[in-house]
């Protein structure tokens, strides 16, 4: 096997040279010749094809290469005494130091590791940790106070000291305007206590801007990440106090941290609002019509036996059809299509190998179909039903902390991901509705990442196509396209609209071409001529990409940042990647962080001016609020306003902002 793949430089070797041979001819080759010293040594006179000759010849090098890469060397010293290959006792305090350098958290975990912060800080510039008291009950007119928790312990730590603290008054405390507080999630604690004033800090937030590829922001973690070191305590063992003072001391690092990269303003200003807004609405929920999903579940289950049984029918017999081996047996041996792809495990059945087969047979466009109502049915008919609380309601967690672009995610279950690109997943919308004599308005910017594009690029073209009131789309195919905007025909916008989007995310040719169904020639041409048409925004993707090289991260308006260790990496695709990384999170970011800042607005308006409006939800640039029918013009006038004011820029901000009685109906 050695020498066949020697001969072949298999792809999988990364050998070049001659791998244009083929497995047939290489296999047909060493069967005939035994080695591939045989076939070089008589390379001239052997009776093979001439085009065949050529590539063995140009090939001999990487050839007797790859051989000796995958020969195994028997005449390596080996120490032969058995002693020295048995287990020491393990240094863990060195180990635990030289891990938490190294950043190995995960490895520290699974080998029961704790970090050594105090003696890893031992020869570097930092002043020793002061020594704490502990106190029996709380100083009076403590002003700036940490506060540590877990399920039933509770601790307050200042500058001086630290106490244990019941529940009452850890709850006080968290309603006391003037004492500032350092606290970790406080999503989680409103959701228990309610309101939380004059919080300087969340520690989870904190380390989540700090670093936001981590997998991981608890209080140990990031102990551990920051080398916090836990200042002395008098004469105590009591661990839960000893956890206290250390995240006290975590929180400082994360102050320091956030202060050096110019983010603490962006914590302070959007990130801590934030959280008790997101707080509020998981506890608020979306009203859901039960018997509606169910009905559509069972809908959907009839559509897919009648699907089942067509596909049985075309093909010939019975099959599972979640199955990809049985599938492709039917579909690339018993109906003898075309197979795209074959893994390990038999053919390729996915979404692209179908979509490019669909024309080829009926069975195909019968198979997505099925696949399409059988997602519908499982994740959404039936799976929303699963998450409905005793309050008839869905009630959603928001994730403030997980996507690098500053965006939120939903989970468990994820209302984000409702679908919107068919009319079976539009209709999923019907089904959660509004309480009797309450509406649902439905706002969401237009275009808001062109929008924050043109600010930043400050191209002047795109400036004034957006302050002329044209649509975007419209004026951009009028200007690639080199003709009148009356004349634009839908094509033509559809294809810039695809460019328009497709710039901010980086798209190249190959992409775009896919996408619009053209050839790659014409998606270059489309892309080159919408840069020309836009100069600014082609010198804002070369700059910010070579400036990112040189700071290692890029930033969005209001200073958030994503770290690119891809833009030095020895891999072209990573690379690549990062650049594109580059051109898009500062656009898709600061569009977050304006999405937050008017979720921020619409909530502290909605509490002044219509106590019983709730915000419910948020799907990136879409917010949706439940209140009383008679307020509904109202609240989206309020809608419309406060998310326009929430950043001022060259080119305007613009929701539109509609409401009904269900999420379809309210999305107009």
Avoid at 16 to 42: F, M, Q, W
Avoid at 69 to 78: D, V
Avoid at 371 to 386: C, F, I, M, P, V
Wanted: glycine share 6%.
């Amino acid at each position: 096997m050695i020498e066949l793949k020697a001969l072949m430089g298999d792809s999988s070797d990364n050998i070049p040279g001659v791998a244009g041979v083929g497995e047939k001819t290489a296999t047909d080759l060493i069967s005939r010749y035994h080695s591939i010293d045989y076939i070089y040594e008589n390379l001239d006179t052997l009776e093979i094809k001439e085009g065949v000759r050529k590539k063995l010849a140009d090939g001999k090098e990487s050839a007797f290469l790859s051989r000796k890469l995958g020969t195994i060397c028997k005449t390596a010293p080996i120490d032969g005494d058995i002693e020295n290959y048995k287990t020491k006792p393990c240094d863990k305090s060195a180990l635990a130091r030289l891990m938490t350098k190294l950043e190995f958290f995960k490895l520290m975990e699974k080998m029961g590791l704790e970090a050594d912060n105090r003696q890893l800080q031992i020869g570097l510039d930092t002043e020793p940790a002061a020594k704490v008291k502990v106190f029996e009950s709380l100083p009076e007119n403590l002003s700036k106070v940490t506060l540590f928790n877990t399920d039933e312990d509770f601790a307050c730590v200042w500058d001086e000291g630290v106490c244990r603290i019941d529940e009452d008054t850890f709850k006080s405390l968290l309603k006391n305007g003037s004492v500032q507080k350092r606290l970790y999630d406080i999503k989680t604690l409103y959701k228990q206590y309610g309101e939380i004033l004059n919080a300087s800090l969340d520690a989870m937030l904190a380390g989540y801007l700090c670093n936001p590829a981590s997998s991981s922001y608890s209080p140990e973690r990031l102990a551990q990440e920051y080398g916090a070191v836990a200042p002395e305590t008098e004469n105590c063992d009591d661990e839960f106090i000893k956890n206290a003072t250390l995240f006290y001391a975590t929180c400082d690092c994360l102050e320091k941290e956030l202060e050096k990269t110019e983010q603490l303003n962006l914590l302070k200003e959007i990130e801590i609002p934030l959280a008790s807004v997101l707080g509020d609405m998981e506890l608020c929920g979306f009203l859901v019509d039960k018997e509606g999903l169910c009905k559509l579940s069972d809908s959907l289950g009839e559509r897919i036996s009648v699907l089942e049984k067509d596909i049985y029918s075309l093909v010939g017999y019975e099959f599972n059809l979640n199955s990809p081996k049985q599938l492709g047996v039917a579909l690339f041996e018993k109906l003898g299509l075309p197979a795209k792809k074959k893994t390990k495990s038999g053919y390729s059945t996915n979404a692209e190998v179908l979509e490019e087969l669909k024309d080829a047979h009926p069975a195909v466009e019968y198979l997505l179909e099925y696949r399409k109502l059988a997602k519908l049915k499982s994740t959404y008919a039936d799976g929303l039903q699963n998450c409905i609380s005793e309050d008839g309601r869905i009630h959603t967690t928001f994730n403030q902390t997980e996507a690098r672009t500053g965006r939120i995610s939903s989970l468990e279950p994820n209302l984000q991901n409702i679908p919107v690109r068919t009319e079976e997943g539009r209709k999923l919308r019907e089904y959660f509705i509004s309480p009797k004599g309450r509406v649902l308005c439905d706002a969401d910017y237009s275009q808001i990442e062109l929008r924050v594009l043109a600010h930043i690029a400050n191209d002047e073209n795109m400036i004034n196509a957006f302050k002329s009131g044209a649509d975007i789309h419209t004026a951009t195919a009028a200007q690639v396209f080199g003709m009148p905007l009356d004349m634009v025909t839908p094509v033509m916008r559809s294809r810039a609209k695809a460019v328009n989007f497709g710039i901010v995310y980086g798209i190249g040719a190959f992409s775009l071409s896919k996408d619009i169904g053209v050839t790659r020639k014409e998606a270059d041409s489309y892309i080159k001529s919408y840069l020309e048409t836009y100069p600014s925004v082609a010198a804002y993707m070369e700059n910010t990409i070579e400036q990112a090289k040189v700071d290692g991260f890029v930033k969005t308006l209001f200073g958030r940042r994503r770290y690119l260790p891809e833009l030095h990496n020895s891999n072209g695709m990573l690379r690549a990647f990062g650049e594109r990384v580059a051109r898009n999170a500062p656009i898709q970011g600061t569009a977050a962080d304006i999405i937050k800042i008017a979720m921020i607005r619409v909530f502290e308006s909605l509490k002044k001016e219509f106590p019983s409006a709730k915000l419910i939800l948020q799907v990136h640039d879409e917010l949706i609020v439940e209140c009383d029918e008679c307020e509904a013009k109202a609240v989206c006038s309020l809608l419309e306003k406060e998310m326009a004011a929430a950043r001022e820029m060259t080119v305007d901000l613009i929701a539109d902002a509609a409401f009904g009685k269900n999420w379809l109906e309210a999305k107009g």
